[in-house]
């Protein structure tokens, strides 16, 4: 089993739609979650952070289910300019190192 | 303030030829980690550093892949000899690591390497 598992996709939405992304998680101990976006040809930038309580940065939330191991990312009012892939990020037990796995990645493509 | 700085962006060589990549991370950022990223296999973690030592390199692919870290600002992927297998988007990544804390890591622009 992968230590993180994503959805590749891809989702298809209309413009202003709500699109939500799941991400599963294989150890339990795991601390730290994060959501990274990569646009085509670029590199994977820090969309972010996920804690414990869910948070949210204008049209996204992240949500955290510690029992069921998942991390979730709500989208609302999609625009043109989300379309990219989505990662998911974890941080694996071994110690604090600053090491981070990385799922496959989630491909939104939002159309007019 | 400057982000992490790869060179070169684009590489094309032929099979056979010695290929470094170069890194400087954020400055204060005391982990570096490179990546390779394909269609197929995704984003790779390679190999990592923790205050300029190798942490982990069991993602390196073989012996044809080296890296190294001579001092906090600068680090070096090397392949030598390459193969067309190899092209892919490299990136390297740097953070701030101390106990306790997670942090995201940030990225380069990436080396698009390609072998013929």
């Known amino acids: 089993r992968k230590e993180v598992e994503q959805d590749p996709g891809p989702f298809n939405v209309p413009e202003g739609a709500t699109v939500a992304f799941n991400c599963t998680y294989s150890n339990s101990a795991s601390q730290s979650f994060f959501w990274y976006r990569q646009d085509c040809r670029k590199e994977p930038k820090l969309l972010m952070s996920?804690?414990?309580s869910g948070n949210e940065d204008g049209r996204f939330t992240a949500q955290l289910n510690r029992a069921s191991q998942y991390i979730s990312l709500l989208i609302r009012d999609s625009k043109l300019s989300d379309s990219a892939t989505y990662l998911c990020?974890?941080?694996?037990?071994?110690?604090?190192?600053?090491?981070?796995?990385f799922g496959q990645g989630t491909t939104l493509q939002v159309k007019p | 303030d400057a982000g992490v700085i790869q060179s070169p962006r684009h590489e094309v060589t032929e099979m056979g030829q010695e290929v470094t990549l170069r890194c400087k991370p954020i400055s204060g950022h005391n982990s570096l980690f490179w990546y390779r990223q394909t269609m197929m296999r995704g984003l790779e973690l390679l190999i990592y550093f923790n205050n300029n030592v190798p942490i982990d390199d069991s993602g390196m692919p073989e012996d044809r892949f080296s890296a190294k870290m001579p001092n906090a600002s600068f680090s070096t992927l090397k392949i030598q000899p390459s193969e067309p297998r190899d092209s892919a988007v490299y990136f390297c990544a740097s953070t701030h690591n101390w106990e306790g804390r997670d942090q995201p890591q940030h990225f380069g622009d990436g080396t698009r390497l390609s072998i013929l």
């Open positions: 990020v974890v941080t694996p037990v071994s110690g604090n190192t600053g090491k981070l796995i």
């Open positions: 996920v804690y414990s």
